[in-house]
Structure formats: C-alpha cells, structure tokens
C-alpha cells in the first residue's frame, strides 16, 4: 500500500504564499507521475500540477506562473509551491502518486483558504 500524508495549508491573505508538502511512504516503487489536484466547495476535483519520473511537469492554465511542483527523492516528498494566491485558489488539495501497474493513491488532503 501507499501512504500519502499532505501538509502546510492554512489562511493566508491574498497576494501570499505557501508550500504544501505531501509525504510518501510505502509500496512508492514504479511511480509514473505524482500530482496535486484540488477540490472547491460545490466544484469537482481538478488537476492542479502533475510532475512525471522524467521531471517533466504540467500546470493547469489557472495556476501557470505562480505555482510550482518539485520533489525531493531522498525525502520521499512532494512539494506544491504556491505564490500569488488569489481566492478562488481556497480548496482541499490532495496529493496523488501515480504508478506505472495503474494505481492511484490519494492523500487525505490540506485546507488552503486565501482570504481576500
């Protein structure tokens, strides 16, 4: 199994910033791509960044240019840098590995609440 735990959301003014963590552990083995999705109130869940084994990485068009996905292999962990948040960036964001065998796992997800 794949334990995915999330931290570093929180209340944050407009205009701030702040770096979500996501800590993996586990069967972490043959991984295609790890990823941060995010889920409004009322709204489906969506794609925020995704980051593939090869390092290439994928941005939704709403986050481009202020958010940036990294992972650090030695720590097992996946960061989620967010600058210039705005209000309709509050949501739940969860933490998603990707394997190559076809299993997803998810985290339990972190607050992040941008008050304007």
């Known amino acids: 199994q794949v334990q995915l735990v999330e931290s570093g959301g929180g209340l944050v003014q407009a205009g701030g910033s702040l770096r979500l963590s996501c800590a993996a552990s586990?069967?972490?083995?043959?991984?295609?791509?790890m990823g941060w999705y995010r889920q409004a109130p009322g709204k489906e869940r969506e794609l925020v960044a995704h980051?593939?084994?090869?390092?290439?990485?994928y941005y939704a068009d709403s986050v481009k240019g202020r958010f940036t996905i990294s992972g650090d292999n030695a720590k097992n962990t996946l960061y989620l840098q967010m600058n210039s948040l705005k209000g309709e960036d509050t949501a739940i964001y969860y933490c998603?590995?990707?394997?190559?065998?076809?299993?997803?796992?998810w985290g339990q997800g972190t607050q992040v609440t941008v008050s304007s």
């Open positions: 586990g069967s972490i083995f043959s991984i295609n791509a």
């Open positions: 998603a590995l990707i394997r190559k065998d076809g299993g997803n796992y």
């Open positions: 980051i593939f084994s090869g390092g290439i990485t």
